[in-house]
């Protein structure tokens, strides 16, 4: 399937594509008639690719996954690290997100219990 075909089938924006046809690392894909062709393989990947974008990492975090994911299961332990790394993150922002939260309801309640003065 096309790029075009790819991207409106499952959804891939076509930056994402041609991002994942930059990096070389679509052995599967094969030109036809000077565009890439793509099969279920590298939808799998695609799909990857995309959870990785969607999860925060960035351009160049996704290469390095993608890259130790095509170099087998040795690289587990590196891979996972990157996942644990990018979950702290996460959660520091959450924790950071709710203590303005907090900071924000007690402005709203000094406001409401000033007008019920």
């Known amino acids: ?15 994402i594509l041609k ?4 990096w070389g690392l679509c052995g599967e894909v094969e030109k036809v008639m000077g565009m890439w062709n793509y099969d279920d393989s590298d939808i799998e ?8 974008h969607d999860i925060g990492f960035t351009k160049n975090e996704v290469r390095k ?9 040795s690289t587990e332990k590196e891979r996972l690290d990157m996942l644990n790394t990018k ?10 997100r709710e203590r303005q939260l ?16």
Request: hydrophobic fraction near 30%.
């Open 87 to 96: 979950r702290t993150g996460t959660l520091d922002e959450i924790h950071f």
């Open 65 to 73: 996954y993608m890259e130790l994911l095509y170099a087998g299961p």
């Open 1 to 15: 399937m096309t790029m075009d075909e790819a991207s409106n089938r499952y959804h891939i924006p076509i930056n």
């Open 102 to 117: 907090d900071r924000l309801d007690y402005l709203r309640f000094e406001i409401q219990r000033n007008q019920q003065k």
């Open 19 to 22: 991002e994942y046809e930059s």
């Open 45 to 52: 990947r695609l799909s990857t690719i995309m959870t990785l």
